[in-house]
């Protein structure tokens, strides 16, 4: 099957999404972003691939998508993404064992080896937790989980084996960055046999002849041919994505037809991303008519929450469900990301709670955000929010009070998709070029 | 003599120094330091003070007064409390007898303090309530670059074509430098070009503040070699007539302070009993 595919780069994540030849939304990858672009992109194409795979077992098992109880697809997802976990977890094993025998050989901290080993067998073993049935992960990324895992596993080790903290933690940083820069192969087949084993094992199809029809169908979903027929590339940075000149388009154009592809109605756009919070205004046919972007300032965009979530050691996903359950909200009276973190940490230490503290936060950055929109022309009907901070419930609440409160009932849409909208928008461009040079070439049939 | 201890808790790492103090002057027993880094600060706080007590090879009982600098509130078992400026400029003083000023490096401000000869502070300037350039903003760059603090310094004087960072946002400048890793500059180019920046801020400061002559850098970046001989090319740079100190302890000069203002308070409260 060949797919156009859009890649958005963004300061903090990477995504891509892959589109049939009908347009329709095959599959969508997302990873962290990194220093290095090639990498990050071709992750995250590699991802939407690999989730493009799913999408065609789900569609030949005729399962639809997010149905109440767990399908066998689902499960399977499951099973592959601990495979793909479990073989990073090698590979960091590696590099980290590396780094620490050249540390020793060098004269430092004695002992090191078996330390860091220690930590990796606990990490194995613990692996399977994160991704069980219903288990709520803190992070999406390789880094994170493992990140957060061997720190407070080596926070442990330090001092029962004489190694000081700081000589572990560094161990993981230069190592994980080497193993996250390894450009991937489409690694769909390496997992999927073993992946397909286990949740056959968890649960077993009813006979014989529904275990064999499963693996009928993953195995032709395997086998078949994922052709990236082009790829349009978008995002922060964009002077450096790793693509020629026609195929980079200008991010605001993206988030624009983006929302207008999931929201047909939508005529203001409030996106808050990593680095950028952007206020869009567009036309019926999705074409942007005027936008306002935030200064180079952490204060009013994602990073700032996910800053603090790393200083509270909170997954990011975590931050918004926990301001939700806040009695109060605190102000802080901080404006910069690193001062207010600091400031965080005092007002923890004095006994204020943490929710309580998150839900001022959340509050702060969405404040900043509609002076932003007030600045592109308001919010007119309908509105759409956007971007990976639209993944965040309390962001969300907040955002709504503030626009009833301003503007009165208007319809504001969030798709679970939010985080996606510039790399559906640039899979679209991508998927108009590709059409375009089809009917023009030769003979052309597909 | 007295025994009296000194706990400098800064936002990014806690220091501790156990000096004896007499009439002749102070003499520093022992220093250590943790970095915090996620950890639980009260935790780390245990663990620098048994450190230094080790390393001062003394018990806990003898250590007459504990005192504390920078956010000192939380260690329950001090006698008492210090102001930060007042700390470091009493510690600079112990460890350069020369120096009239002393310039705080920390992890979310900078201090250009002007003192007297006998360490009291006469005025002094201090860094925005912005991020950019600060120690924690250089803490960030070097994990994202997979380098850990103590060889920033090193690896920062063997820089060939250091690459400026403008003064931007601290957090969004983790993406310029992911940039510049991704357009192929080293590692100790960016280094050094960062450290260029805060220097040229932190020479701004002295010249704002009237100083001139000998300057201890001290707090937890004047452990950052590279930082230093950046600092002293941007005082060149700008033709300030001043000239840097450093000393091995800098770093712990706001714990050496509190620890000496420590002791001196303690005998005048004998005194006074």
Redesign the interface.
């Known amino acids: 099957m060949k797919c156009a595919v859009g890649i958005d780069l963004g300061s903090t994540t990477t995504k891509a999404v892959a589109l049939d030849p009908l347009g329709r939304i095959l599959g969508r990858g997302i990873t962290n972003s990194r220093n290095n672009y090639d990498a990050a992109c071709a992750i995250a194409q590699n991802e939407a691939l690999i989730d493009a795979r799913f999408t065609l077992v789900r569609r030949a098992l005729a399962t639809p998508a997010g149905a109440g109880a767990e399908s066998f697809v689902d499960h399977l997802t499951r099973c592959f993404r601990l495979e793909q976990h479990l073989d990073q977890l090698a590979q960091l094993r590696e590099a980290t064992l590396g780094a620490a025998e050249r540390l020793q050989g060098s004269g430092g901290a004695p002992g090191l080896r078996g330390t860091v080993e220690g930590i990796f067998d606990s990490m194995k073993e613990g692996a399977g937790q994160a991704f069980a049935r219903g288990a709520k992960k803190r992070s999406d990324f390789f880094r994170d989980l493992a990140g957060g895992t061997y720190l407070s596993l080596a926070e442990k080790a330090a001092p029962a084996h004489g190694i000081p903290f700081e000589t572990l933690a560094g161990l993981f940083d230069k190592s994980i960055l080497a193993v996250e820069n390894r450009t991937p192969e489409e690694n769909f087949r390496r997992h999927i046999d073993r992946a397909l084993d286990r949740a056959l094992r968890e649960s077993p199809p009813a006979d014989r002849r529904e275990e064999s029809r499963l693996r009928s169908v993953v195995a032709a979903t395997a086998g078949e041919d994922l052709e990236v027929e082009l790829t349009v590339g978008t995002g922060y940075g964009r002077a450096r994505l790793p693509f020629p000149k026609e195929q980079i388009r200008f991010e605001i154009l993206c988030h624009g037809l983006g929302a207008h592809t999931l929201f047909p109605g939508t005529a203001t756009v409030l996106d808050i991303g990593g680095q950028d919070t952007k206020a869009i205004q567009i036309d019926d046919a999705g074409i942007v008519t005027s936008f306002q972007m935030n200064d180079r300032c952490a204060a009013g965009c994602g990073r700032y929450l996910g800053y603090i979530a790393d200083e509270l050691n909170l997954g990011l996903h975590e931050l918004g469900p926990l301001a939700q359950t806040a009695t109060r909200s605190v102000k802080i009276s901080s404006t910069c990301t690193v001062f207010a973190g600091a400031e965080i940490r005092d007002r923890l230490t004095m006994g204020q709670k943490r929710e309580d503290i998150l839900l001022g936060l959340h509050r702060a950055i969405i404040l900043r955000a509609m002076a932003l929109l007030a600045r592109s022309g308001g919010i007119r009907s309908e509105f759409t929010f956007t971007g990976g901070v639209a993944k965040n419930p309390a962001a969300v609440d907040a955002l709504a009070g503030l626009v009833r409160e301003n503007y009165g009932e208007v319809p504001m849409n969030v798709s679970a998709d939010s985080i996606f909208t510039g790399a559906l928008g640039a899979a679209l461009f991508a998927r108009r070029a590709a059409d375009a040079t089809a009917s023009s070439a030769p003979g052309a049939a597909s | 003599m007295t025994l009296a201890a000194g706990i400098d808790v800064g936002?990014s790492a806690v220091k501790c120094a156990v000096v004896a103090a007499g009439p002749g002057g102070a003499k520093i027993l022992g220093t250590s330091e943790?970095?915090i880094?996620?950890?639980d600060?009260?935790a780390v706080v245990a663990?620098v003070w048994e450190e230094a007590l080790r390393a001062a090879e003394v018990s806990a009982d003898r250590i007459a007064y504990v005192a504390t600098t920078g956010?000192g509130?939380?260690v329950e078992f001090r006698r008492g409390h210090f102001y930060s400026m007042t700390a470091h400029a009493r510690g600079a003083l112990h460890l350069a007898g020369g120096a009239r000023a002393a310039l705080d490096m920390g992890?979310?401000h900078a201090r250009a303090i002007r003192i007297d000869g006998r360490g009291r502070v006469l005025d002094y300037r201090m860094t925005s309530?912005?991020?950019s350039g600060?120690g924690?903003?250089l803490e960030n760059i070097a994990?994202?670059?997979?380098?850990?603090?103590?060889e920033v310094g090193r690896l920062s004087t063997t820089a060939a074509k250091p690459e400026r960072v403008s003064g931007?946002?601290?957090?969004?400048a983790e993406?310029d430098?992911?940039?510049m890793?991704?357009?192929g500059i080293a590692t100790a180019d960016i280094l050094k070009g960062i450290h260029l920046s805060m220097a040229g801020r932190f020479a701004r400061l002295l010249g704002a503040a009237g100083i001139s002559g000998e300057v201890l850098a001290t707090g937890g970046l004047a452990a950052d070699v590279g930082l230093v001989a950046a600092l002293r090319e941007e005082i060149a740079s700008q033709k300030l007539s001043i000239t840097i100190a450093a000393h091995p302890q800098s770093a712990h000069a706001g714990a050496i302070g509190a620890a000496i203002w420590g002791a001196w308070r303690h005998e005048r409260l004998k005194e006074s009993a």
């Open positions: 936002t943790g970095r880094r996620r950890r600060t009260r663990l956010e509130e939380i992890a979310l309530q912005c991020a600060s924690q903003f994990r994202y670059l997979g380098v850990t603090l103590d931007v946002c601290a957090v969004l993406t430098v992911i940039n890793a991704s357009r």
